[in-house]
């Protein structure tokens, strides 16, 4: 069994993702905010995780996470997949693809649009499982 973290502001969006990953055998911890990041990494050893971008305290949270996370010799071997809905929201003015991924800019493994249908979000998680 793997243990996804999933890293996002919105509780309904752990709720539903937490059901489908709980229902295929996942088990599943959250976090709410990016405070203590590291640390609750740590204590936790996810497999994977589901990191959101844009948390309320600021806009690009889940890509300094993202990079934090890089950075750390004892979990930059956890894939990160972005979770976001940043293509969606056309007034930002900008979207991402898996072409934006970069060592230095964007460390992650992939893209996940929210919202995620079951089917998608199980793939992906076992595409990027696949690689590691």
Sequence with gaps: ???????????????????????????????????NLISAIESESP????LDIVFPEDA???FKAARKIALQENLKHIPVLILSAVNQLNNLGFSFTENDISHDFMPVSGFIEKPVEP???????????KNI
């Design 1 to 35: 069994m793997s243990k996804v973290m999933i890293i996002d502001d919105d509780q309904d969006i752990i709720d539903s993702i937490s059901m489908i990953l709980e229902a295929n055998n996942y088990t599943v911890v959250a976090k709410i905010d990016t405070d």
């Design 47 to 50: 497999d994977i995780i589901l």
């Design 60 to 62: 690009q949270a889940g």
């Design 119 to 129: 089917d998608v979000l199980l793939d992906k998680i076992k595409s990027v499982k």
